[in-house]
């Protein structure tokens, strides 16, 4: 992961703090919402994969804050970032607040914080993801598909994008525009079979994987990112294992600091002799290479 300049010493670095102002806050699905902040700092220095911490300022109920991934950045009539969007469902006590936070309301936040995705190149990038999983993942569409640049890193690294996005139901599917207006091939399977396949994401990840290996495509080409319920990712780790595919998982860890103080984060990861360490998720990762997580 040395292509992917966040990975300092100190992780943390470019993190601010703001009350950032909120134009926008909608509904986009079943329980799921779009906040629009304004944060023309984060905007300008976050990379693929990384996440802001959220509070309420006058509420001590959540007193701390919840990570929620950078969903997308819009820019300034002058082509500069300003805002950044953040995609949540609604799940208990930061979530149903912020749903509540009105237009010209402040959020506090920050970040950016985390080491985001690499941004190695590859042919075909798969995404996976489970829930609300598919957060992280239209930067770094953006980014693969040369889209958007982001400080330090480089753009345009995939010929092609895919997302697999798996819910349990067709109401709780979040922003497949979204996607499909980046040029990302978006193949969406429900529990219930209400949209698209009726399988669980990693299945629908096996059978693509199996049909471009048989059509003898080499598998260093292929490279696969993951995010949502622990469960999905640990079996779509374990596919990438036995097909010798490159695979990165962004794991979502109850956080409290998200700045590398508190080690309520801690995630078991295997060391380079073959040992395990806890790694904390907010600064080493939220993003790990999959088959260093003991799950
Ligand atoms: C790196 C990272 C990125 C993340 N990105 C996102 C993101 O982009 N979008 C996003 O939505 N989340 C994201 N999360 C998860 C997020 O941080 C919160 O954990 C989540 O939003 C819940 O916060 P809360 O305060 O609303 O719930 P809490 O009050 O903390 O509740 C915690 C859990 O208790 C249960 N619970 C509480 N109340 C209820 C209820 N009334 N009904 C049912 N269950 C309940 C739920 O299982 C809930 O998840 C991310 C986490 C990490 C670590
Ligand atoms: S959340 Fe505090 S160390 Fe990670």
């Known amino acids: ?37 304004a944060a023309p700092e984060i905007a300008a220095s976050v990379v693929p994969g990384q ?7 006058h509420l001590d109920d959540p007193l701390i804050g919840r990570a929620l991934a950078v969903y997308n950045i819009g820019n300034d009539p002058l082509g500069n970032p300003a805002t950044i969007d953040l995609v949540y469902i609604r799940k208990g006590k930061l979530t149903s607040s912020l749903s509540r936070a009105a237009i010209g309301s402040t959020v506090t936040i920050w970040g950016p914080l985390g080491n985001g995705f690499s941004s190695q190149t590859c042919q075909h990038l798969i995404m996976v993801a489970g829930g609300i999983g598919q957060t992280p993942f239209v930067l770094l569409a953006q980014e693969a598909l040369g889209l958007r640049s982001f400080p330090g890193r480089p753009a345009g690294w995939a ?25 990302v091939d978006v193949r969406l399977c429900t529990d219930d079979g209400s ?9 629908l990840l096996a059978k693509m994987l199996r049909s471009e290996f048989a059509e003898a495509q080499s598998r260093s080409v292929v ?9 999905m990712m640990r079996r779509v780790a374990e596919l990438c294992a036995q097909l010798a595919v490159r695979c990165e998982v962004s794991l979502e860890t109850p956080m ?12 078991k990861v295997r ?8 790694k904390r998720t907010c600064v080493e990762g939220p993003v790990f290479s999959a088959d260093k997580i003991d799950w």
Not at 271 to 278: F, I, L
Request: hydrophobic share 45%.
């Open 256 to 267: 409290a600091c998200g700045i590398g103080i508190c080690f309520s984060c801690v995630a």
């Open 223 to 231: 490279r696969v990112a993951c995010c949502g319920p622990e469960i």
């Open 159 to 183: 010929d092609r994008v895919t997302l697999i996005y798996g819910a349990r139901t067709a109401e709780l599917l979040a922003g497949v525009a979204d996607f499909q207006a980046c040029g």
């Open 271 to 278: 060391q380079a002799g073959g040992q395990w360490d806890y």
């Open 1 to 37: 992961m040395s292509s992917n300049p966040v990975q300092a010493a100190h992780y943390a670095d470019r993190m601010q703090q703001i009350d950032a102002p909120v134009l926008l806050n909608h509904q986009m699905a079943r329980d799921t919402f779009l906040i629009r902040l």
């Open 51 to 57: 996440f802001v911490m959220a509070r309420i300022a």
């Open 195 to 203: 949209r698209g396949s009726q399988m669980l994401a990693p299945e």
